[in-house]
């Protein structure tokens, strides 16, 4: 994957994180506000030269998943705590 496609993925997947976050009330927001800051250095570095190429796709690679895995995360979370929720109304 090309630089400029990583960067992109990226984001890409910091605005569907943010979109979620305010339509489940804004709990993701938190986990993800550090993240996107590690973004915006990144990118930052990459384009002081800094950082090469193939330093920075790698990074970003590891962001993204760290990312997805928040996402992922937060998302099983919300949903157990609604079934609770249920669960716990119907006795």
Not at 7 to 31: I, K, P, V
Not at 49 to 57: P, R, S, Y
């Amino acid at each position: 994957m090309k630089t400029r496609d990583i960067a992109t993925e990226l984001d890409r997947a910091f605005a569907a994180a943010r979109s979620n976050a305010l339509m489940g009330g804004g709990q993701m927001g938190d986990t993800i506000a550090p993240l996107h800051v590690i973004h915006k250095v990144l990118k930052a570095e990459h384009a002081a030269g800094e950082l090469t190429d193939k330093q920075f796709t790698d990074k970003a690679r590891e962001l993204l998943e760290l990312l997805g895995n928040a996402v992922a995360s937060l998302y099983v979370q919300r949903n157990v705590n609604a079934a609770r929720r249920t669960r716990t109304r119907r006795r």
